[in-house]
């Protein structure tokens, strides 16, 4: 039977395998300068140091004299020094992605130096671990493993790459084959353990040769789950049980112990300050460079616990040396929030609204997509905006890609954009999702000239990707997200779910979203004409009824569009104001007063629109309807649809008050699109009509679990002016 030391070994050579995987041997082999130099002087200062903190720890632990710790110092001592230079890419790279620094200068930097870094551990543990384990007789299997490792990457790599590489791209891989594939770490591993090092370096040389890209990408997928989710927690909980603790800090010289401790996690950091000083950059980022590379990694533990198994070192110092190790990477978050990371704080712009934007000034759009079809859609929506010279516009366009686990490849490879130069096998998924998506949007710039285009794409958890888009809209200055629906037409015409994450990346951006917001739901867009393109506005009142104005104002002189305007106004039954919801911080006089001044703004607008526009202008048409009660609206909708339009722009009503449809809106399957987009979406509806759902900045947003009207005003980011 299989005890769980086995399974331990195992998923240690595993989780080496994906450090390997997840490398991108190409950006090792032709390192840049500054990267280097910063990970070199990162590993210098550590090795000068750390032989006299360890010989500080010899003279304050215990008796002071060294007697119940290693009697082998010079092999102890190197193992201390190698522990304290090591940084852990997988780690790092994970890191960067939950404080949303990736797509920072900071972030670049950090996940190229910590890549070049965990390279030279894997090094230094090659040359180094064996003289710690075997003495001086360790030369001839240092020699040979350093002979392996360059054949490896020299001549197996080429020959190998090659003929995954053609597999790949004609996609005749198959899940046996891969297992075949995957089965060969062992191989490497046993030589490495056959030449006298340990069969870790054999695991990780073999992630490293394999081919970066689609291929590295299935692997991943297919054996991470057991691998890197089972396998290897297990050797983590084993070196976990190792720790004793209460022997080491019952000693009357703890204090000592605690900060020699201190004084450990603290070198790598100086040595990065010093080198990032040469370079110009600021002490605030070279502090917080200093604090990411000190995070520890697999390499640590693995030579932690092979001077363990060999007696290298007794357990008081591998109480130090892993209560440093969790030290140096778990405060790494926690500071550089206080420290490093900018308080998010999205205050009220008026620019941030396009209702407060003018008519001639440059548009900012932040378009998110998760695949090739939404962009196919989203394209054709930003072209029915009427980009000219004198009122141009700026499109970002934002894939979205999932990060799950410990997945350090597919942020490493998501850096930069990807090449198809060297063929699309060498790409992720991702990537060539993204290599598809920068070539839609690449034609979109060339066939306007008044539309400039960016295409950047953000790879985080779901459940946070909202703060990255957060992020890019304050540092694009954007006016208006544009956020796909979570359900895409079937081949039978109906809606269906894409995939329920998407939903909720919706929610959380539309709760806070620090400018304006259209959620947009595609009826197959793209495939229509451009002339003779007919957009329906519903119009019924309130902040977020303006800014639907606001965008449908924005496509009015586009050639070809044909644009109605359709206010519903409310009598009756339908006007009454709901009363009943209010909380404390408004009373029903407040919620009465704000219902009067809403109406007075929207006749306002509405009458300015007019005004402005209508004037010898055939392409723009008006018209009302009136609504007595909540079966009016489907049954007005159903008028409208009688006429015919290729999109309908409405506003999601987030503060509407009134008591019809606050009522309806507790019906609505999707209440992110409001009464009105909910059942203009809807398949019953049995329109073949787009939806652009639109909500404005400044009038509060999404509460999860809660209906609009039940946020409370003191949440609200609008202030009256």
């Known amino acids: 039977m299989i005890n769980i030391e086995v399974l331990s070994n195992i998923g240690v050579i595993y989780y080496a395998f994906l450090s390997g995987l997840e490398m991108n041997l190409n950006t090792i082999l032709h390192v840049k300068k500054k990267s280097a130099t910063i990970a070199i002087f990162g590993i210098i200062f550590p090795m000068v140091m750390g032989p006299a903190l360890y010989l500080l720890h010899r003279n304050f632990y215990g008796k002071g004299d060294g007697s119940e710790l290693e009697e082998n110092t010079t092999n102890a001592c190197v193992i201390w020094t190698l522990v304290l ?43 180094f671990v064996p003289f710690s384990v075997n003495g001086t007789s360790a030369i001839y299997p240092v020699l040979s493993t350093v002979i392996f490792v360059f054949i490896c990457i020299f001549v197996v790599h080429p020959i190998i790459a090659k003929v995954i590489n053609r597999k790949t791209e004609r996609d005749e891989w198959d899940g046996n084959q891969l297992v075949f594939v995957v089965m060969g770490l062992f191989v490497f591993s046993y ?170 000034a440059e548009l900012r759009i932040l378009a998110c997509v998760h695949n090739t079809r939404q962009a196919v859609g989203v394209i054709s929506l930003i072209e029915s905006f009427n980009a000219t010279r004198l009122s141009p516009m700026h499109i970002f366009a934002l894939y979205l890609v999932e990060l799950v686990g410990r997945d350090g490849a597919l942020v490493a490879s998501h850096m930069e954009k990807p090449s198809g130069q060297s063929g699309t096998q060498n790409l992720t998924r991702s990537q060539i999702e993204l290599e598809s998506i920068d070539n839609k949007f690449e034609a979109l710039r060339e066939a306007y000239d008044a539309i400039r285009v ?88 309130g902040p977020d009824d303006r800014e639907a ?77 009136d609504v007595h009660s909540a079966e009016d609206i489907p049954t007005s909708l159903n008028e409208i649809e009688k006429i015919g339009c290729d999109l309908y722009i409405v506003g999601q009503g987030n503060r509407r008050n009134t008591r019809v449809f606050l009522n309806l809106l507790e019906w609505c399957d999707c209440p992110e699109l409001g009464v009105l987009g909910d059942i203009l979406a809807s398949n019953n509806f049995g329109s073949g009509s787009s939806v652009l759902v639109v909500q404005q900045y400044g009038y509060g947003g999404m509460v999860l679990g809660k209906q609009p009207n039940q946020v409370n005003d003191n949440n609200d980011a609008f202030e009256v002016l």
């Open 454 to 541: 960016e295409t950047l794409n953000v790879v985080s958890e779901y459940a946070t990707i909202h703060e990255d888009i957060y992020n890019l809209v304050n540092e694009k200055h954007t006016s208006l997200i544009l956020l796909p629906f979570h359900k895409q037409l079937s081949p039978e015409g109906a809606f269906e779910t894409t995939d329920v994450a998407f939903k909720d990346i919706n929610l959380n951006v539309m709760q806070s979203a620090p400018c304006s917001v259209g959620l947009f739901v595609d009826r197959n867009l793209g495939s229509l004409p451009k002339m003779n393109f007919r957009i329906c506005m519903i119009f019924v009142g």
């Open 85 to 127: 230079t090591v940084t852990g890419f997988p780690v790092v790279a994970h890191t960067l992605s939950e404080l949303k620094l990736l797509y920072t200068g900071l972030g670049k930097v950090a996940l190229t130096t910590a890549m070049i870094s965990d390279t030279y551990a894997w090094i230094l543990f090659i040359l």
């Open 191 to 360: 030589i490495t353990d056959i030449l006298g090092t340990h069969d870790v370096v054999g695991a990780f040389v073999y992630g490293l040769i394999l081919p970066h890209g689609k291929f590295a990408d299935m692997v991943t997928s297919m054996t991470n789950d057991f691998g890197g989710g089972f396998l290897a927690p297990i050797y983590f909980i084993g070196s976990g049980l190792k720790l004793m603790f209460v022997p080491v800090f019952y000693q009357p010289s703890w204090p000592f112990t605690l900060i020699i401790i201190l004084l450990m996690c603290v070198l790598k950091i100086l040595s990065t300050l010093f080198s990032t000083f040469l370079f110009g950059m600021r002490t605030r980022d070279g502090f917080a460079l200093g604090l990411l590379l000190n995070t520890k990694g697999v390499v640590a533990l693995i030579m932690l616990n092979i001077s363990w198994d060999r007696m290298i070192i007794t357990p008081p110092t591998y109480v130090v040396l892993t209560s440093a190790v969790i030290l140096m990477t778990i405060v790494v978050a926690p500071i550089i929030n206080v420290i490093y990371k900018p308080k998010k704080r999205y205050e009220q712009n008026k620019l941030k609204t396009i209702q407060k934007l003018r008519l001639d």
């Open 549 to 625: 104005l606001s965008v449908a104002w924005r496509m009015t002189g586009h050639l070809g569009t044909q644009l109605l305007v359709v206010r519903m106004l409310l009598f009756g039954k339908a006007a009454i104001v709901d009363t009943t919801s209010h909380d404390k911080a408004r009373g029903i006089l407040s919620i009465v007063m704000d219902s009067e001044k809403q109406k007075e703004l929207d006749d306002e607008y509405v009458n300015g629109f007019r005004l402005t526009t209508m004037n010898n202008n055939d392409s723009i048409s008006y018209s009302e309807v």
